[in-house]
Nanobody, 125 residues
Framework: QVQLVESGGGLAQAGGSLRLSCAASGGTFSSYAMGWFRQAPGKEREFVAA????????FYADSVKGRFTISRDNAKNTVYLQMNSLKPDDTAVYYC??????????????????WGQGTQVTVSS
């Protein structure tokens, strides 16, 4: 059974930074692409970033490009999201998820089969 556990969320001031981690267990982590999504109250879940199985390809939503960096450490079965220059609009619950096929449709939640429970990120102005 695959499990994904996010950590690192919390409260930050605008302009600050947070680093999210997603630890995976079960399955072969290094074989799969991974993604980060977020969901703010009253809004749909939206794509944030994705990374290929070997870390060589990364993709970002326009809203976070240049501020967020996704990375992974396959030896530690962990994917990270470094968030810099945070804005109040970044406030949301952040989820990591597994993409079993390295889909070209990495922005779609339906491309992912396992999800973590989420971690809250709150950015104050």
């Amino acid at each position: 059974q695959v499990q994904l556990v996010e950590s690192g969320g919390g409260l930050a001031q605008a302009g600050g930074s947070l680093r999210l981690s997603c630890a995976a267990s079960g399955g072969t982590f290094s074989s799969y692409a991974m993604g980060w999504f977020r969901q703010a109250p009253g809004k749909e879940r939206e794509f944030v970033a994705a990374i290929s199985w070997n870390g060589r390809s990364t993709f970002y939503a326009d809203s976070v490009k240049g501020r967020f960096t996704i990375s992974r450490d396959n030896a530690k079965n962990t994917v990270y999201l470094q968030m810099n220059s945070l804005k109040p609009d970044d406030t949301a619950v952040y989820y990591c998820a597994r993409d079993p096929y390295g889909s070209a449709w990495y922005e779609r939640p339906s491309s992912y089969d396992y999800w973590g429970q989420g971690t809250q990120v709150t950015v104050s102005s």
